[in-house]
Every structure is written in C-alpha cells, then in structure tokens.
C-alpha cells in the first residue's frame, strides 16, 4: 500500500478539474453551436466587433501617448487605431450583415487553402511512402476546397455543425477523463 503525499494527491485532484472544467466548457459551448448555430456565429461576430474596438483603442493610445515612437510610427499607430474601431462600430452596427460577411470570408479562405494544399500533396508524390494515401488526399482536398469556394457560406455552416458535434463528443471524453485519472 503506497501513500501518496499531499502534493501528489492535489495536482491529480487539479489535473481532475482542469479536466473536467474543459471537459464541461466544450460540452456546453458544443450544444450551444449546435441547438443554436446563429446565435453562436453572431456572438462570435460581436467578439470580433468588440476586439476590434478595444485594439483600435490600444493602438490610438500608443499612438498618442507613446514617447519613444517617431513621428510616423505614432501616426500609423493612431490611423490604425482609428480603423479598427471604425470596423468594429460598423460590425455591431450591421452585425447579421457581418456575420454573414465572416462566413463568406473563411468559407473562401478555406477552400483556397485546401485546394493549394491538395496542389502540395501532389507535389510530393514522388518521395510520398504511400502514393495512394497522397494521391487519394490531394484529390478529396482539391475537391473539397472547390466545393467550399462554389458555396462557402453553406460549406461554412457544414464545417460549423461538424465543430459542435466534435466539441459535444470532446467535451464527454474529457468529462469522463476527470473522473477516471488516476495520475
């Protein structure tokens, strides 16, 4: 019989709930995408929104207030500063139109990277262990980013449902990781 010592016993019971407070976030942010997939998106928006105004404050600041920045430097930093809270007022302002505007551009980015992907996999074809495994990617990534840049808004939702259902199916795993470590 081994007796563990106090400090033992509490970083288990502190990986235990970390485990299980992450378990739990996921599990609850996971139904939350999925019974509500627009409340989400817009909620994501309006974090965007609000970033964009609280960094263009920290770059005005710096702009304004900084004393080691030259002349220029404070300049760009104020008219940046500017913008991204112009961006973000006009985001909360129009925030389905932003939305919707957020999804078109990662639908589009998406698929642009998983066809370049693809082009790379094929690329490497001659030194690949397993040719076909490659081939069979470069293709199913080549096609897949077509799809998503001929309707990105709606591959976009697909990809956002696919993240709540693995964020619900992480969040179990995790939870019944807390109750099961040993350490």
């Known amino acids: 019989m081994s007796a563990e010592s106090p400090a033992a016993k ?10 299980g407070i ?10 939350i995408i999925l019974v ?10 309006w974090l965007i929104a609000l970033y964009a105004i609280v960094a263009g404050v920290v770059y005005a600041g710096l702009g304004i207030f900084s004393k080691v920045m030259g002349g220029w430097s404070r300049v760009g930093h104020i008219v940046l500063g500017v913008l991204f809270i112009i ?27 998983w066809i370049i992907e693809g082009i790379v996999a094929l690329t490497t074809l001659g030194g690949a262990q397993s040719k076909a495994w490659s081939l069979f990617f470069a293709i199913l990534s080549i096609i ?12 976009t939702l697909v990809l956002v449902w696919l993240l709540g259902i ?3 199916v992480l969040g ?8 099961t470590f040993k350490g």
Do not use: D, E, K, Y
Request: avoid cysteine; aromatic fraction near 8%.
């Open 22 to 31: 992450g378990g739990v976030v996921s599990l609850v942010v996971g139904i």
């Open 87 to 113: 961006a973000g007022i006009i985001m909360f302002a129009n925030l389905s139109t932003s939305t919707t505007l957020l999804l078109l551009f990662f639908g589009v980015f998406v698929g642009i990277v």
């Open 144 to 155: 897949a980013g077509i799809i998503l840049l001929f309707s990105p808004i709606m591959g």
């Open 10 to 19: 509490s970083a288990v019971n502190g990986v235990r709930t970390a485990l």
């Open 36 to 45: 509500w997939p627009g409340h989400a998106l817009t909620a994501l928006t």
């Open 166 to 168: 693995s964020l619900v």
């Open 172 to 179: 179990i795993v995790q939870i019944v990781r807390a109750f």
